[in-house]
């Protein structure tokens, strides 16, 4: 039996503020640094081969927490643009209930949740600086649905993380709401449909057990 966690990165400064952040990169409030010790509290005894997270600092910082905490610093760590939150496009930065009030209710709910509606695009892609300036600009997206970043997130676990399941390495990924939410249809095969129900606390440690074919024995998932 392997393990898989998954733990979405503690309180960001823009979840505090009720924003849209995406591909913002912001750090963690204090209660977001309390829930990534916490986190780690409650894989006290769990050991990992492999830490997957993705370029943006508030998952990075809950990753190097959860490591310290467990004296685990050692362990390697991959840091990946596809494990990046789906990006927002013209939303990000700004409030949950203000776009709300200017689109209205259901529309928003479609752009937060749906598997394939879009988000206002921005007028053209970032550039890639910082992080990004070690990729192709054509990874640089100005909006995505959860279904398009699917398509990167994907691939990156079957690539990454499944290889190393498979050779009976537990694995740790830190990430983010959307990232683990489509990680969650794709080790679970959740319709379409049904992912718009998935929530994705923060800082709640998600375990998988698997056995040799990486079939979910068990799972904590739906335990409140």
Do not use: C
Request: no cysteine; aromatic share 10%.
């Amino acid at each position: 039996m392997v393990k898989l966690v998954m733990v979405r990165h503690g309180e960001s400064i823009a979840n505090a503020l009720n924003q849209y952040t995406g591909w913002n990169n912001v750090g963690l409030t204090q209660e977001g640094i309390v829930q990534a010790h916490v986190a780690a509290k409650k894989l006290q005894g769990f050991y990992f081969d492999h830490v997957h997270t993705s370029v943006l600092q508030r998952a990075i910082i809950t990753a190097y927490i959860i490591q310290d905490d467990l004296n685990l610093n050692y362990v390697p760590i991959t840091k990946s643009w596809r494990l990046n939150e789906r990006h927002y496009g013209a939303l990000r930065g700004q409030n949950k209930d203000a776009t709300r009030r200017e689109f209205g209710v259901e529309q928003v709910h479609q752009w937060r949740r749906s598997f394939y509606s879009v988000p206002p695009e921005l007028p053209q892609p970032d550039p890639n600086v910082g992080p990004y300036k070690y990729y192709e600009s054509s990874i640089m997206p100005v909006a995505e649905s959860l279904y398009e970043a699917y398509q990167r997130i994907i691939p990156y676990y079957v690539d990454n993380v499944a290889p190393k399941l498979l050779d009976n390495k537990n694995q740790l990924i830190v990430a983010h709401g959307s990232t683990i939410r489509a990680l969650i249809k794709y080790i679970e095969g959740i319709s379409d449909k049904d992912i718009d129900g998935v929530e994705v606390a923060n800082g709640k440690p998600l375990i998988y057990d698997f056995d040799e074919k990486l079939n979910i024995i068990s799972s904590n998932r739906t335990e409140k």
